[in-house]
């Protein structure tokens, strides 16, 4: 958390789940099983990322190779941290994850069509997901939010005189 | 006119453009800048050759990763780097710092409220989950991403969607002895880390009513502990006597304006909100937790509980692995437990009244043999007040460390560490696996539970330890 780029911080993911004190990778985590190498999309517990506003959890996930997180319930902060960084976060509830953690073996793949809401698998649907049209359009398109907001300097201004801000 | 809760009156009050199916624009009166959520964000504008809109709505300090021993001596050079980095950000972009040897520096949640930035009605973000502190005074307050942070430096303003509202009420009074800490660590427990998930709660009734601002703010700032994204009190005359005088708030008859139209903010009679959560005052008492995230914990006159105590699997998963970690067996008394560290400080714990509980409890006693002590006052100028009435004499002739201000072992991202397999009382918000250091074991606690441990060894009901006549 103390580095001042975005990047690079996918090595520390899970760090002292992945490895054990002497940097060797713990053979009891899954993320080290050989079928989950390549994973790009996480399937996780209620609540993840909780309370953290820290925008460093996404970078590493990003980093490390992660499009994708499936939970049951997120921490808004984290949630939104996402969003803004191109990972899609997906609430789905308790008994589909359930599922997916007892299929989620050797090779089993999961299809994500963020523009259908649609997650499913080589049988067909698993379970279609919301999200908010903005975030939505963020995440397909990819905008600069900043510079979308720049585009109402106007509005900024008015509102600013209107409500004396800094007098 | 329809009544409202606080939340919609300062919401509604700060939308700049809303259209369907977006979110809402608003306006944010007061952004507080740290050194570990920002250099991302100050690169991202100089990279789009931007500049910060309102510097006169931005201040910055450094807190989390200060050394609290020598000022001078940063160790990690990563840490120094970031400090550095702050001070040439807000230099290059005209924003206000309060630096490490400024004597303004100090846990960013302490200084807002000190220096008057902080006030009811307010928009005030920070690149900091704890930013809900700032809620005490009426402030929709609420952390924030580095995205967030730069887009708020660039434009003054946030994309948010309205959240729910959640009323906790505070049924009664508390018992003498029962701390604010307590009585938040106490919510947490009843309704869990999901509770306020999408929500900005305002706690109601009459226990906070009789609270001070500075216990105000500990209920506030762990808001976030609760899953919620902000938490308020709607303002009175406790607020408007703490804020009058202070150096950033409206002087003379500015000041009776302002409070005018900060008397007007308070939720209407009559105002609905999407839920709201009911808890006895009288029924709390002093709380220690035994787990791994903040809802994990009970009375100190409670047992660890036996993972079979909970139906759901899942739970029961959770709590096997967090007594794990722990090291705690199911059964336990509380009281039983151990301790190898104290810390007394952090931005729910370290202001100037929280100094003085521990220290009437630590007065003319010893540290338990064995035991690593520390209080880090959560700004310079409460280390001054503290030093200026003698608590730091009193702490020091106990044996414990007196620091200088910071977020340090709260956390651990300066040199304060709790070491692997050690357990530490703490007054902090946060006891998530390696949160203090690496294999380290929280149990979070008011100040005087934790002065009252560093004499122990254990945790003990502070009520019983008296304070001595010295």
Redesign the interface.
Known sequence: ??????QGFGQFLFY?WRFDDDGRPRSDFNLNEEQYRNATILVA???FG??????HA?WALLDYGFKVVIAP?F???FY??CV??GILPIALN?EIISQLFSKARNGYELFVELDKQQVSDENGPVASFEI???WKEMLLNGWD??SR??S?ED??KL??EK?F??E | MEPKTIIEKIWDKHVVHEEEGSPDLLYIDLHLVHEVTSPQAFEGLRMNNRRVRRPDLTFATMDHNVPTIARHIINDPVSKVQMEKLEENCNEFGVEIADINHPDQGIVHVIGPELGLTQPGKTIVCGDSHTSTHGAFGALAFGIGTSEVEHVLATQTLWQSRPKTIEVRVNGRLGSGVTAKDLILAVIAKFGVNAGTGAVVEYTGEAIRNMTMEERMTVCNMSIEAGAKAGLISPDETTFSYLKGKRHTPSGAAFDEAVAEWKKLATDPGAEYDEVLEIGAEEIEPQVTWGTNPSMGSSVYARVPFPEDYKDPGDQKAIKQALAYMDLKPGTPIQNIEIQYVFIGSCTNSRLSDLRSAAEIVRGRKVHEGVTALVVPGSKSVKDAAEAEGLDTVFKDAGFEWREAGCSMCLAMNDDIVPPGERCASTSNRNFEGRQGNGARTHLVSPAMAAAAAIEGRFTDARKVKPLVV
């Open positions: 958390m103390k580095r001042i780029e975005r002292n517990g209620k609540n909780c309370g953290s506003s820290r925008e996404p319930s921490a808004d902060i939104n941290n803004k960084n308790q908010d049209p903005y939010e900043v907001t720049l109402l509005q900024i509102y600013e409500q801000v800094g």
